[in-house]
């Protein structure tokens, strides 16, 4: 993480593209993950990243961010992006008269029930867990990802949803708990 804040300095201070491009080789596989994770689509996990990445190029120089912060910022305008995302794709929906059926499925966010799709993408195949997880509440399964795949301190999650630690902390317990029930 030193050499992040070392790469936030020195873009902030030259604007050389070359230390975003540092920047952007160390965030970048996080937010698509982010991006896969929920979406499940390849393209389109690669698409939303690159409008982080153009969000946060234009808008760098306007916050003095530490490397805590940035994570923050930079993690809320890709939740943010992933809102609008859905948020069009359900308007698209409803505007063309499909079925009520498929807008649930814009609302549910997580296509994460495609374990298939995780496993060959992530490498991941635990499906109990996935089962287990889908029983969660939006907010709960963002909260748990970021603090066990993004390895997240409570602030900066705290940070990301505006929200206190302690209510971090509480999302995650009682989220935890439901996985430990479900899974029994």
Known sequence: MENINLYLKNFRKSGDKGWFEKIYKYFMPKIYRFFYIKTLNKQLSEDLTSEVFIRVYKNFKKFHLNVNTFQAW???????????????????????????????????????????ALKKELGFENYKLIDAMNKLTKLQKDVLLLKFVE????????????KKQLTIRGIIFRALSKLKSEMA
């Open 74 to 116: 930079i993690y809320r305008i890709a939740k943010n992006i992933l809102i609008d995302h859905f948020r069009k794709k359900k308007k698209d929906i409803i505007e063309s008269e499909i079925a009520d059926d498929s807008i649930e499925l814009i609302e549910d966010e997580y296509l994460i029930k495609n374990s298939t």
């Open 151 to 162: 390895n997240f301190d409570y602030k900066t999650i705290a940070d990301i949803y505006s």
